[in-house]
């Protein structure tokens, strides 16, 4: 199984992607909250929003990221 990642937003700027557990030790959200709120784009404690994303989507930044760290490092 996959685990499922979220862009966070705090304030209104990306905070970073991180997973439902990942949220909890960071911020103190129930686990099963962060897919609720994702789907219904609700606020949480007026600060956070959640962006599920989807595996390709996170598959391609992964990759993109990645190639442009080679890139950097072979001097292109």
Known sequence: MRPVYYNVYDYGRLMGRYTAPELNRLIGIPRLMVGRLADSE?????????????YTESLAEEW?????QILRA???
């Open 74 to 76: 072979a001097g292109r």
């Open 64 to 68: 993109d990221r990645v190639r442009l």
């Open 42 to 54: 609700q606020p949480y404690r007026d600060r956070y929003e959640f962006q599920r994303l989807t």
